[in-house]
């Protein structure tokens, strides 16, 4: 297997494609494009190797975080909106801001989506504890929940931001941006290299990896009960083993999954930008499992 190679160098501009095609952002160091070539895969001398089958997604990186091994890729450099997976580092920034969770936020007038005018569940008014909002924040991608969270961090949604891309830096996140803390935002972008350094780093976090897979969850808004549940179908299949998870969804970004899974007794991570169709990515994920349990048993063999 071929180590994990980061590339450096910051980006410079956004090319959301209105076509459905790979979303590329150019970047200085590197030019990729709409027909970048695959990485290829590698494998021991002597292992009998099964082909991937085609994938639905137009970016895709497979890693095994142990060894930094990149196990497949597929325009894996490509910097890309990446919509809701945004609220990782959102969650991480949370977290790691030592920040009370228990504190009560509340819902204001302030997070209703005015970008995409998107619908939401959490009305306006309504009061929380920091842990509720990250709850539904990372389980349902409730976009006001994650705008609270921004509001309320020391010097408000501004520092917040930078202190997004200040984690993001310092994770060696290069070819990543964050304008604001939902993934609301097309100008949120990242590339599957860069995501899966942060699917690495946020399931150190026994919060994150819990409240990402948890099946649902109830809040209290006013007299009444509001049930959420997780936006990843995959979390209620009894053959995966999901130790975190993210879904993402605008129109620029595609469907778009991170998981860290274990896989033929081994964790991987998988990062899938850019899938078109409401259930690809979920069927990507199955085929490279798939894939992955057929190589490791033909390499025992």
């Known amino acids: 297997m071929l180590a994990l190679a980061f590339l450096s160098g910051p980006v410079s501009s956004v090319q959301a494609r209105a076509a459905r095609t790979v979303k590329v952002v150019k970047t200085k160091p590197a030019h990729t494009h709409r027909h970048a070539r695959p990485h290829r895969r590698h494998r021991a001398p002597g292992a009998r190797a099964v082909r991937m089958v085609a994938l639905k997604s137009s970016a895709v990186l497979i890693l095994d975080p142990k060894t930094k091994a990149v196990l497949y890729g597929k325009n894996a450099q490509a910097v890309m909106p990446i919509a809701s997976l945004t609220k990782l580092m959102t969650a991480l920034v949370v977290l790691e801001a030592k920040q009370d969770m228990a504190e009560v936020l509340a819902v204001t007038d302030a997070d209703v989506d005015r970008l995409k005018y998107s619908s939401s569940r959490l009305h306006v008014g309504t009061r ?7 709850h539904i924040a990372l389980m349902s991608s409730e976009n006001r929940a994650a705008s609270a969270l921004g509001r309320h961090y020391p010097g408000g949604t501004k520092a917040f931001v930078a202190a997004m891309n200040a984690k993001a830096r310092a994770l060696g996140m290069r070819r990543t941006h964050f304008v604001e803390p939902t993934g609301l935002s097309s100008a949120n972008v990242s590339t599957p290299e860069d995501l899966a350094r942060l699917v690495v780093a946020a399931e150190r976090h026994a919060l994150i990896r819990r409240y990402s897979t948890d099946r649902h969850f109830t809040i209290r808004q006013g007299r009444q009960h509001t049930d959420y549940h997780n936006t990843n179908r995959l979390t209620a299949n009894p053959r995966w083993k999901i130790r975190l ?17 274990t896989v033929a007794g081994r964790p991987t991570v998988m990062v899938f930008l850019d899938a078109q169709g409401k259930f690809s990515r979920a069927a990507d994920a199955n085929r490279v499992r798939a894939w992955l349990a057929r190589n490791r048993l033909a390499a025992r063999g």
């Not at 998870?245 to 899974?261: F, S």
């Open 128 to 134: 929380l504890s920091r842990s509720a909002m990250l």
């Open 245 to 261: 998870q993210k879904t993402g969804y605008i129109a620029e970004a595609g469907r778009c999954m991170v998981l860290h899974a």
